[in-house]
Structure formats: C-alpha cells, structure tokens
C-alpha cells in the first residue's frame, strides 16, 4: 500500500476534484476561490490516481458517474491506498447500487447530491477537514502519551521530581484528549445526519421526515436548556428512528400505519426494535438506540415492544414520538389524510394521556409554536370549532382546504351567515368533519355568553 506524507499544520488543505465534465469542475474551482485550500483538478480517475501518487492529497471529491473508472471505484482505490484522505461522493442521480459501493468499498465520509448549494458545500468540506484534523491530532497525543509513558516508566526508579513533572504533563494531555473524543462524538452525530438523508432517498420528497424531526428536537433541546449528551442522543435518536424501515417495500413505506394489514402490521411494530438491533453494536449509538427502541410505546401501556406506561418509557423517548407524528400526520404516513400542522397538533392534543404524556403535549405545542410560523393552536385566542358552531363575526385564523386539498377560505376572512350555511352544506355534500381555526372577537363572545 502506498503511503503519504501528512499535511502539516502550516500548510494549505489540499483538495482534488474528479468530474468528468469541464463545467462542474470550473463551477467548484470559482466556488473555492478565495477559500483555504490549494486545489486540485483531474477529469478522470486515472489522472486523480496520478496526481495522488505525486503529492499528498487531504480531501478527495468525486463525480459518481464517470466512463472507464467511476467515483465508487476510485474511492475504493483512494481508501486502499490513501486511508487518511476524506472520501466525498458527488452526484446529480440517486443511484442506490453506486451509494452502496461507495459506502461498502471506498468508505465515503459525505454524500453531496448536484445540484450543490454553495453554503452548503462550503460547510461539509469545512466539516470534514475539521474532523480529519481531529483524528490526526487525536492519533498524534495517543503517541505522545504512550511515549510519555515509557519515559515515566524509565525515570520512576530514581527521578521522583521528573515523575511529578510527567504526570502533570500526562493530566494535560488527557484533558486534550478529552477534547478530542467530543470533537469526534459532535463528529458522529454529523454523520448520521448523512446517513439519515442517504436513507431518505427511499421516499418521494413529499414522506420524507427525517431533517423536519432533527430541527424540532434541536429547538425543544435548545429552548429547554437540556445538556449535551442528551441532545446529542435525541438528535441521532431523530436522524435515524425509522432506519428499520430500510428493508420494506416501496408499497409498505408509502402506505399509512393505520391502512396496513395485518402481515404488514405486525412488520410495522418490529421497526423500532430493528432499528435498536442495528444501532446497538455502535458504542456511541448506544443510549440513542434505547431511545430509538421505545419510541412507539404509548402513555396508556398500549404501545410497543414493550407496552411500558407512563414515566417507565424514556424521556427521550416520550418527546420522539410527538415530534415523529407531529411530522408524519403531516406526510401522510400514519393516517391516510394529510394534515396541516395545526390539525396535527389537535390530533396530539385529543390523544394526551393515552398516546401522549399529557404534561408535554402543551409544552411540546409551545415549541411548535416557536419553530414554525403557521402554527396557530399556541394563540390563546384561537378556537378550534366544527362548522355548526360557527357564528357571524368569526375570523378564519388559518387557511381552509377541502380534503383533496382544494383552497376554500383564506385566512383572515371574516364569516357571516350566507357563508357558514355554505360550508356546512359542502361538508355534508363531501361527507367530510374539518376542524375549524377562528379567532373570536370579543363583541362576538359577549354575545355567544349572553345567548348561552
């Protein structure tokens, strides 16, 4: 196996970027114009091989699809090779067979889909050599401190003062090394963000969950305050939940839970424990795993695996399942009508106390509130009415859509008689309940007290 020569610590991060098309490769090179590193262009992976054999390379970007040596391929002769260069696959199609034999044989760190965003780009080439940074100088205090060590071991016999001056030496090293291992645990999370997203290339953009479930858990850690290592594991928690999935059907991973026979069903409650069964082996995966686990008990104990009640089932996990169908009422993916947030959150609000822990429904509606612009239920002053107890005066507080989807009212409309008979009327005609989002104005609920 060929070797090279580590970066040092002065010198620029050298990139190389393989694509077989000229145009891509100005595009990037005008992208990391002006950014710290020195860069590196080949339009084939035979040329790339050259230019590594010639020089060290850091960080190796390539173009899945390529005539006579594609990305995959390369990659895996770069990590045969060049095990410490980062490996990113580049690419304008989702191809599973490529992914997987990047994955499997050139060991990729990133995933990046064409077309890039440039923000984005940047950031996954600061990420990746910021940790391949890491590594290196975690590997270079390992060897200082086993040679530390040896010395320590030599001088003990008759060098007290030395031994004292060493073990101060070793706590400091142990304190970076410390460091290092969270840089690599922050690192860990990063990349199963990656996977979370790879994994999401099963699903139409429209039942994708993964990222909306991240961001919620990201916002109820941050507004709360809770520490690291817990957000830390309800992140991954959220990025890979439903990773048990993976081996279902196209049919089975479109269908709503609730429309799923029996066959199909059974499968559907041994997810959360496939998952668990696939993360456990991976020590910082653990407690994320757990969580993962029982994500799908229920407050009642009607849930599963293991139907725990109550606060028997995880905190962490109690808070993913809200946050996993706030968004997949949304998709469509437990029930077969697609709801809007609000109507998602009135959902979880009407099961508190049998699916939900009902002292983190109003928290949790708090926080939905917060993150997202169109949620209303947080408005004290918003009611959620059936149609015949609509009145006169009423303000439409968010958009009505008929079931297929069709606008009905806008939001800010103010109702009168003519239009409430209307939408009763369509109800019936369309054998549909919508729940309705109002604001009452107070000469309106003086006269709704009044008449009661």
Same mark, same amino acid.
């Given at each position: 196996?060929?070797?090279?020569?580590?970066?040092?610590?002065?010198?620029?991060?050298?990139?190389?970027?393989?694509?077989?098309?000229?145009?891509?490769?100005?595009?990037?090179?005008?992208?990391?114009?002006?950014?710290?590193?020195?860069?590196?262009?080949?339009?084939?992976?035979?040329?790339?091989?050259?230019?590594?054999?010639?020089?060290?390379?850091?960080?190796?970007?390539?173009?899945?699809?390529? %005539?006579?040596?594609?990305?995959?391929?390369?990659?895996?002769?770069?990590?045969?090779?060049?095990?410490?260069?980062?490996?990113?696959?580049?690419?304008?199609?989702?191809?599973?067979?490529?992914?997987?034999?990047?994955?499997?044989?050139?060991?990729?760190?990133?995933?990046?889909?064409?077309?890039?965003?440039?923000?984005e780009m940047l950031l996954t080439l600061r990420q990746s050599l910021a940790y391949q940074h890491s590594e290196r100088e975690r590997l270079r205090l390992v060897q200082e401190t086993w040679d530390q060590n040896?010395?320590?071991?030599?001088?003990?016999?008759?060098?007290?003062?030395?031994?004292?001056?060493?073990?101060?030496e070793l706590q400091q090293t142990a304190d970076m090394l410390d460091l290092a291992y969270e840089e690599l645990k922050r690192s860990y999370v990063t990349g199963t963000e990656v996977f979370s997203l790879l994994?999401?290339?099963?699903?139409?953009?429209?039942?994708?969950?993964?990222?909306?479930?991240?961001?919620?858990?990201?916002?109820?850690?941050?507004?709360?305050?809770?520490?690291?290592?817990?957000?830390?594991?309800?992140?991954?928690?959220?990025?890979?939940?439903?990773?048990?999935?993976?081996?279902?059907?196209?049919?089975?991973?479109?269908? %709503?839970?609730?429309?799923?026979?029996?066959?199909?069903?059974?499968?559907?409650?041994?997810?959360?424990?496939?998952?668990?069964?696939?993360?456990?082996?991976?020590?910082?995966?653990?407690?994320?795993?757990?969580?993962?686990?029982?994500?799908?008990?229920?407050?009642?104990?009607?849930?599963?695996?293991?139907?725990?009640?109550?606060?028997?089932?995880?905190?962490?996990?109690?808070?993913?399942?809200?946050?996993?169908?706030?968004?997949?009422?949304?998709?469509?993916?437990?029930?077969?009508?697609?709801?809007?947030?609000?109507?998602?959150?009135?959902?979880?609000?009407?099961?508190?106390?049998r699916l939900y822990d009902p002292e983190l429904v109003e928290d949790f509606i708090q926080v939905c509130a917060t993150y997202l612009s169109d949620v209303t239920l947080a408005d004290p002053t918003v009611k959620?009415?059936?149609?015949?107890?609509?009145?006169?005066?009423?303000?439409?507080?968010?958009?009505?859509?008929?079931?297929?989807?069709?606008?009905?009212?806008?939001?800010?409309?103010?109702?009168?008689?003519?239009?409430?008979?209307?939408?009763?009327?369509?109800?019936?005609?369309?054998?549909?309940?919508?729940?309705?989002?109002?604001?009452?104005?107070?000469?309106?609920?003086?006269?709704?007290?009044?008449?009661?």
């Open positions: 196996m060929e070797e090279q020569l580590p970066t040092t610590v002065t010198d620029k991060p050298k990139l190389l970027l393989v694509d077989d098309e000229e145009s891509i490769l100005n595009s990037l090179r005008r992208l990391l114009r002006g950014q710290p590193y020195e860069v590196l262009l080949a339009t084939s992976g035979a040329q790339a091989l050259e230019i590594m054999a010639q020089q060290p390379i850091d960080l190796v970007m390539t173009d899945a699809r390529m %005539p006579n040596m594609d990305g995959a391929t390369l990659l895996a002769h770069v990590h045969q090779r060049y095990p410490d260069t980062t490996r990113i696959m580049l690419t304008g199609y989702a191809d599973p067979s490529a992914i997987i034999k990047a994955i499997n044989e050139g060991q990729i760190h990133r995933y990046i889909s064409k077309p890039w965003h440039d923000e040896e010395k320590l071991k030599q001088l003990n016999a008759t060098l007290e003062k030395h031994v004292a001056a060493r073990t101060s994994a999401n290339l099963r699903l139409p953009p429209t039942k994708q969950t993964n990222r909306q479930i991240i961001e919620l858990v990201r916002v109820y850690c941050k507004l709360h305050g809770l520490d690291e290592g817990t957000s830390r594991d309800l992140t991954m928690a959220a990025a890979l939940y439903n990773i048990g999935k993976l081996s279902w059907t196209d049919s089975m991973m479109n269908t %709503p839970s609730d429309l799923l026979h029996h066959n199909d069903r059974e499968r559907y409650r041994g997810y959360p424990k496939q998952s668990e069964s696939l993360l456990m082996t991976l020590d910082p995966m653990k407690d994320a795993a757990r969580l993962i686990l029982h994500h799908q008990e229920r407050w009642d104990g009607s849930g599963f695996p293991d139907r725990l009640k109550g606060e028997a089932i995880p905190f962490g996990s109690r808070l993913l399942k809200l946050a996993v169908d706030f968004i997949e009422l949304q998709r469509g993916l437990i029930l077969e009508r697609q709801m809007n947030s609000d109507e998602a959150l009135v959902y979880i609000r009407q099961y508190a106390g959620v009415l059936a149609t015949r107890d609509l009145v006169a005066g009423m303000i439409l507080a968010r958009n009505l859509n008929a079931d297929n989807g069709m606008l009905l009212l806008n939001a800010g409309k103010v109702l009168n008689g003519p239009l409430v008979e209307k939408l009763i009327a369509f109800e019936a005609m369309e054998s549909a309940k919508y729940s309705i989002f109002v604001k009452v104005p107070e000469e309106v609920e003086g006269a709704l007290l009044e008449t009661s």
